[in-house]
């Protein structure tokens, strides 16, 4: 009897061990998400990417975007689309990650024209005539003026413009934080701080519409 109560004491410790290496293993494992979480909105979120819809929206999707990344003008009209069938919940940050060759050129022009104020104008004009101007993958710099002309841009100021410091620093700090996130594909989407599982509208749209169920239960969940 003496020896089966013993036994019975040694069990129970280690199940009591087990649940208890189980909690630490499990609390180490959420710090470390949680401190992943953080790096990643800082690298997700800077103050100098522009920004579209609501400010204070609940939903905020962040997208790295190539100007000459053919499924980039694809995703475009729907994302707007989606942003128009729920007014004030979805805001989008564009992040640069011109990854087609001479494609930095093509950013730095969207730069400068948005000191125009012309971003999203110049954006959707680039898309519109991007088979004019992206042969065979790349950017041909040259063939983006007439569209940006036709907005009626000054475009000896955008093309002075598109030298300065400051513009170069947001394309470095745009891709360096791709290289942080492991973006290494145009268009990548991130929702309210999550990666899409998997590439597509339809995993958007459902980690979207996910976001916008949980911010209208818990308010203020949103980043």
Same mark, same amino acid.
């Given at each position: 009897?003496?020896?089966?109560?013993? @036994?019975?004491?040694?069990?129970?410790?280690?199940?009591? +061990?087990?649940?208890?290496?189980?909690?630490?293993?499990?609390?180490?494992?959420?710090?470390?998400?949680?401190?992943?979480?953080?790096?990643?909105?800082? %690298?997700?979120?800077?103050?100098?990417?522009?920004?579209?819809?609501?400010?204070?929206?609940?939903?905020?999707?962040?997208?790295?975007?190539?100007?000459?990344?053919?499924?980039?003008?694809? @995703?475009?009209?729907?994302?707007?689309?989606?942003?128009?069938?729920?007014?004030?919940?979805?805001?989008? %940050?564009?992040?640069?990650?011109?990854?087609?060759?001479?494609?930095?050129?093509?950013?730095?022009?969207?730069?400068?024209?948005?000191?125009?104020? +012309?971003?999203?104008?110049?954006?959707?004009?680039?898309?519109?005539?991007?088979? %004019?101007?992206?042969?065979?993958?790349?950017?041909?710099?040259?063939?983006?003026?007439?569209?940006?002309?036709?907005?009626?841009?000054?475009?000896?100021? +955008?093309?002075?413009?598109?030298?300065?410091?400051?513009?170069?620093?947001?394309?470095?700090?745009?891709?360096?934080?791709?290289?942080?996130?492991?973006?290494?594909?145009?268009?990548?989407?991130?929702?309210?701080?999550?990666?899409?599982?998997?590439?597509? @509208?339809?995993?958007?749209?459902?980690?979207?519409?996910?976001?916008?169920?949980?911010?209208?239960?818990?308010?203020?969940?949103?980043?």
């Amino acid at each position: 009897m003496k020896q089966k109560n013993l @036994f019975i004491a040694a069990a129970a410790l280690l199940l009591v +061990l087990f649940i208890g290496g189980a909690w630490v293993y499990k609390s180490q494992l959420a710090e470390q998400a949680a401190q992943t979480a953080a790096r990643n909105r800082e %690298s997700l979120e800077r103050s100098h990417a522009p920004r579209f819809g609501n400010p204070g929206a609940p939903v905020h999707i962040v997208e790295f975007f190539d100007p000459a990344c053919g499924t980039c003008r694809d @995703f475009y009209p729907m994302v707007k689309a989606m942003m128009a069938a729920n007014p004030g919940k979805i805001k989008l %940050s564009l992040r640069y990650a011109p990854f087609h060759p001479g494609s930095d050129k093509v950013v730095k022009a969207l730069e400068a024209a948005r000191r125009q104020g +012309l971003l999203q104008q110049s954006l959707e004009a680039l898309f519109i005539a991007q088979d %004019s101007w992206v042969i065979n993958h790349s950017a041909q710099v040259a063939k983006i003026w007439g569209p940006l002309a036709a907005l009626g841009l000054d475009m000896q100021r +955008l093309q002075a413009d598109m030298n300065a410091p400051e513009v170069a620093q947001i394309i470095a700090q745009d891709l360096a934080d791709a290289k942080t996130l492991n973006v290494t594909m145009t268009p990548e989407f991130f929702v309210n701080g999550k990666p899409l599982p998997k590439f597509g @509208f339809d995993e958007l749209k459902k980690l979207v519409d996910e976001a916008l169920v949980a911010t209208a239960v818990n308010p203020g969940t949103g980043k």
